[in-house]
């Protein structure tokens, strides 16, 4: 068996029921991908626009691609006739644009909400009280083009998993409130993308619906 599929089977016998693994692909060639979806993996996730335009093409067309990376506004336009889901909408100006470009492509295009929870400055995403504000506000209500389907967060990068538990802790207690205040009866709302290669055990004991997972699968990335 390949490295790359006894990657994948290890990750899929630590997963439960209803969490899936976004295999992250980001710096690696387009045959990686392959073999890996050789192997069953249909969900890539990808960081930065160029380099998903340069590889998509390359590979089979029922990939499910979703941008995990921080997205410039500007180049929304080149992934929204396609892309299955934005993990990292950061600003409501970003997911502004996300709803113009899927009106431009008569798309609803899935979308999550970055929460900002680790304790790092260099991270994206909205802090736990604007993003209750912002929902609370409630100029994503109009939005017909995207759709909120959940949330998305980093942990903090150290060692110290007591630490890293108290942040997907505190991510899915939020994910619960905006849940129950605002999409109750929206079933569409209900994934929780956190947990990466170091993490993800942790993060499925905390809610995860979505692993986002890179150096475990594919190694080590040459950057
Ligand atoms: C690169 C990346 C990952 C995967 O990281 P690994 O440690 O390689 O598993 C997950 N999420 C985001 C947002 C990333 O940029």
């Known amino acids: 068996m390949s490295q790359i599929a006894q990657a994948l089977q290890e990750i899929h016998s630590q997963l439960p029921d209803g969490t899936r693994l976004v295999a992250v692909s980001k710096y690696h060639p387009a045959a990686m991908i392959e073999e890996a979806y050789r192997c069953g993996q249909r969900i890539f996730g990808e960081s930065h626009?160029?380099?998903?335009?340069?590889?998509?093409?390359?590979?089979?067309?029922?990939?499910?691609?979703?941008?995990?990376?921080?997205?410039?506004?500007?180049?929304?336009?080149?992934?929204?006739?396609?892309?299955?889901?934005?993990?990292?909408?950061?600003?409501?100006?970003?997911?502004?644009?996300?709803?113009?470009?899927?009106?431009?492509?008569?798309?609803?295009?899935?979308?999550?909400?970055?929460l900002h929870i680790a304790q790092e400055e260099t991270k994206y995403g909205f802090l736990p009280d604007e993003l209750l504000d912002?929902?609370?506000?409630?100029?994503?209500?109009?939005m017909e083009h995207v759709?909120?389907?959940?949330?998305?967060?980093?942990?903090?990068?150290?060692?110290?998993?007591?630490?890293?538990?108290?942040?997907?802790?505190?991510?899915?207690?939020?994910?619960?409130?905006?849940?129950?205040?605002?999409?109750?009866?929206?079933a569409s709302f209900r994934e929780c993308s956190w947990g990466m290669s170091d993490d993800f055990p942790i993060a499925v004991q905390h809610g995860s619906t979505l692993v986002r997972i890179g150096s475990r699968i594919f190694g080590h990335r040459g950057y």
């Open 147 to 186: 759709q909120i389907c959940g949330l998305m967060c980093m942990a903090s990068n150290v060692d110290d998993e007591t630490q890293i538990a108290r942040e997907f802790s505190r991510a899915h207690a939020i994910y619960n409130k905006v849940k129950e205040d605002f999409f109750s009866l929206d």
């Open 49 to 114: 626009v160029q380099e998903l335009q340069e590889k998509r093409p390359l590979l089979p067309d029922d990939i499910e691609w979703h941008f995990i990376g921080h997205l410039q506004t500007n180049k929304v336009k080149y992934i929204a006739p396609y892309i299955s889901l934005i993990h990292s909408v950061d600003s409501p100006h970003l997911l502004h644009e996300i709803d113009r470009q899927g009106a431009r492509f008569s798309r609803r295009i899935p979308c999550l909400l970055q």
């Open 134 to 142: 912002y929902m609370h506000g409630g100029e994503w209500r109009s």
